[in-house]
């Protein structure tokens, strides 16, 4: 059979609509977390960060909503464009001296034009 | 460009062969990280160095992989009597140790892609 691996969650939206984007992590105990963007054939590309002591960030087009009593992170993005397409991962840091990270289940965002 | 920069880009071998990969950091980065990457996964992570000193090692670095930073500098990942398990992105990311100043964030390379057939 397949390997449950190869089929990220998948989100299909609307060119101009906004997505969300939600990721659970693993580590209570962690208190830093990086979304990253992963574009076909390249590296992960840093989007935004937040710390344990946040429950929101806000960006150029992108906000992170942090809710620690549930451990559960979320991406969004308002008025996607073609270039949103990607794979985005939540990764999460616990601060013991190093920049350790450790990534969640990827999410395949697909715009649709 | 001034990223993280790997090569090669891409490599195919045979079962039993041996490679190598290169990472060349940030300049002034002191922290080099190795990570693999399998399809439809996340990347995780293997080891890392601060300087020239190896400072972490995964489980998932058997005794087949090692990984050196002789000068601080640039890094080398090399995989011994490669498996077609060892199939992956292999990607590197620096950092500049500014934990106290609140900065953790890695910065990627483009990864090596290994196909072992």
């Known amino acids: 059979g397949e390997s449950v691996g190869l089929h990220l969650p998948t989100l299909s939206v609307q060119e101009g609509d906004n997505s969300i984007i939600n990721c659970a992590y693993s580590?209570?105990?962690?208190?830093?977390f990086i979304w990253y963007k992963q574009e076909s054939g390249k590296g992960p590309q840093f989007i935004i960060d937040?710390?344990?002591?946040?429950d929101k960030r806000q960006g150029q087009r992108v906000t992170v909503l942090l809710n620690k009593t549930v451990k559960h992170l979320s991406l969004q993005i308002a008025a996607t464009q073609p270039g949103d397409s990607a794979v985005y991962f939540c990764a999460e840091n616990i601060n013991f001296g190093n920049e350790k990270l450790t990534f969640g289940t990827g999410t395949r965002l697909t715009i649709i034009p | 460009d001034t990223g993280v920069s790997q090569d090669p880009r891409h490599k195919i071998t045979k079962r039993g062969q041996n490679v190598t990969f290169r990472c060349d950091p940030i300049?002034?980065?002191?922290?080099l990280y190795w990570y693999r990457q399998t399809l439809g996964q996340g990347p995780e992570f293997l080891t890392y160095f601060q300087n020239e000193a190896q400072l972490e090692k995964s489980r998932l670095l058997s005794d087949r992989f090692s990984a050196e930073r002789p000068k601080g500098s640039f890094s080398t990942l090399e995989i011994q009597r490669t498996e077609q398990g060892d199939s992956a992105m292999y990607l590197c990311a620096s950092s500049l140790a500014l934990i106290l100043a609140g900065q953790r964030e890695l910065f990627f390379g483009e990864g090596s892609r290994l196909t072992v057939l």
């Open positions: 580590n209570s105990a962690s208190d830093y």
């Open positions: 300049s002034e980065h002191n922290r």
């Open positions: 937040i710390r344990s002591n946040m």
